[in-house]
């Protein structure tokens, strides 16, 4: 257990609709990760938040955005969803603003279906 | 364009036996790679990691090497275990702008026949 956690496991949903998914971080982290695992392919970053504050963005789309709260649990919002953002999300965490000389802890993911 | 590969989608080892995972890279500017294990139906965990001054890092059974002229690291696995059965990610540190988000390469799923 990462203590990293995500909720739900898994969200069915329809095109053109909107999905949000949840991370809490572990303890005391105040960096939160987003990564999209779709069908063959390695994790793709989205977006990174530290304490609060947007730190670095990757290839997300314009339809996604996220936040992270002042309890540090973050949320990620996806919309007009289409059938190709079926996917894992994956929350990772770690104690700093960048990961360099230490690893980031994953929560279990989200499993997005969309219909 | 992807800048960390593991060109071996899959790899089937005898148990006791050694078990050798590739990585390559384009980005000279990463200087700390990572290799994460992933069971499924679970998140990627943590394995061991290696920064760019060094060669060699060794922990238990596990060892990564890194080739910085060749931009190549390997994971060993000795002696390889029925358990060790997983999907193994290498990833790399982007520094350079991207504030040190791992950029990952696709994986390999390990096979380790008892």
């Known amino acids: 257990d990462s203590g990293v956690t995500q909720t739900p496991k898994h969200l069915i949903t329809a095109t053109g609709q909107r999905v949000t998914l949840r991370c809490s971080p572990r303890s005391g982290d105040l960096s939160v990760y987003w990564y999209q695992q779709s069908l063959d392919q390695g994790l793709q970053f989205l977006i990174q938040y530290y304490n609060g504050e947007e730190r670095a963005k990757g290839n997300i789309l314009e339809r996604f955005s996220a936040q992270q709260f002042p309890d540090l649990h973050s949320e990620l919002n996806l919309s007009s969803l289409e059938l190709g953002d079926s996917a894992l999300y994956f929350c990772a965490s770690s104690p700093l603003g960048t990961s360099g000389g230490g690893e980031q802890f994953f929560g279990p993911g989200t499993r997005l279906t969309v219909l | 364009d992807q800048q960390v590969k593991q060109n071996s989608p899959s790899l089937s080892v005898q148990e006791g036996r050694i078990s050798i995972l590739n990585c390559d890279y384009t980005?000279?500017?990463?200087?700390?790679f990572l290799w994460y294990k992933k069971y499924p139906a679970e998140g990627p965990t943590f394995l061991i990691s290696?920064?760019?001054?060094?060669d060699k890092n060794e922990d238990g059974r596990f060892t990564v090497f890194l080739n910085k002229s060749a931009k190549h690291l390997s994971l060993h696995i000795v002696p390889s275990q029925p358990g060790d059965s997983a999907v193994y990610f290498c990833a790399a540190i982007g520094y350079g702008g991207s504030q040190g988000n791992l950029i990952f390469g696709k994986g390999t799923k390990l096979s380790v026949k008892p």
């Open positions: 290696i920064s760019s001054i060094k």
């Open positions: 980005n000279s500017m990463f200087d700390y």
